[in-house]
């Protein structure tokens, strides 16, 4: 069983739907990262959670410590929202375990 | 704004080939890292460096040798390229300094080995 699991692994959705990625974790953790990844390769980060909810935009990330489990939600989607999302927790100081990814296609 | 370069987008090399792949960051960060990149498989940890001449192994080192000579360059080496290294190779770089801790990525060279 991977440490870090992400659901679902594909998602497809109309323009305009609410979008919930899910992420579940089995090890302890000093923090969650949710990181994007568009076609052609770059990652960014979108959210850094030890706690809580943050948002930015239409994107908002939560974080249940005691459930170890984490979410990423998009409102009011958009085709330029289609890319794969990777959950990472943060093991340590520096080491970053990864969840397999969501792909994510959002349609006009 | 963090720029981490990598030295080819797209790469094909033939099995017992030797491989580099360059990493250059323009940050001044501390700590380097080479992940590879597998369908269903996610990102996964080949080696990281937290210091000039300083590496450690990740999660996958078989196969895989670095060097870090300079701070900002942090280079992945194939001794002899098989088959089964054909995959994406993502570099990234961070800071000790920001408590963000946030890991900031090269564009990826996409390996092909025949």
């Known amino acids: 069983k991977n440490e870090v699991e992400q659901s679902p692994q594909n998602l497809t959705a109309q323009e305009g739907e609410f979008i919930t990625i899910n992420c579940s974790y089995s090890?302890?953790?000093?923090?969650l990262h949710w990181l994007q990844q568009h076609p052609g390769g770059g990652i960014v980060s979108l959210f850094m959670?030890?706690?809580g909810k943050k948002k930015h935009g239409r994107l908002i990330a939560t974080i249940n410590i005691q459930e170890k489990h984490s979410s990423l939600h998009i409102t009011a989607s958009h085709p330029r929202d289609s890319a794969v999302y990777i959950c990472?927790?943060?093991?340590?100081?520096?080491?970053?375990?990864f969840g397999q990814g969501t792909r994510l296609t959002i349609n006009p | 704004d963090v720029k981490v370069t990598q030295s080819s987008r797209y790469l094909v090399k033939r099995t017992g080939e030797k491989v580099f792949l360059e990493c250059v960051q323009d940050?001044?960060?501390?700590?380097m890292f080479w992940y590879r990149q597998d369908p269903g498989l996610g990102l996964r940890l080949i080696y990281f460096?937290?210091?000039?001449?300083?590496?450690e192994k990740g999660d996958i080192p078989e196969g895989y040798s670095v060097s870090r000579e300079k701070k900002e360059r942090f280079s992945l080496i194939l001794e002899s390229a098989s088959t089964n290294q054909t995959s994406m190779y993502l570099c990234?770089?961070?800071?000790?300094?920001?408590?963000?801790?946030?890991?900031?990525f090269g564009p990826g060279t996409r390996l092909t080995v025949l």
């Open positions: 990234a770089s961070s800071s000790y300094i920001s408590s963000y801790n946030e890991q900031f």
């Open positions: 460096s937290y210091d000039v001449k300083m590496k």
């Open positions: 090890v302890g953790i000093s923090a």
């Open positions: 990472a927790v943060r093991q340590g100081a520096q080491k970053l375990v």
């Open positions: 940050m001044d960060h501390e700590n």
């Open positions: 959670l030890s706690s």
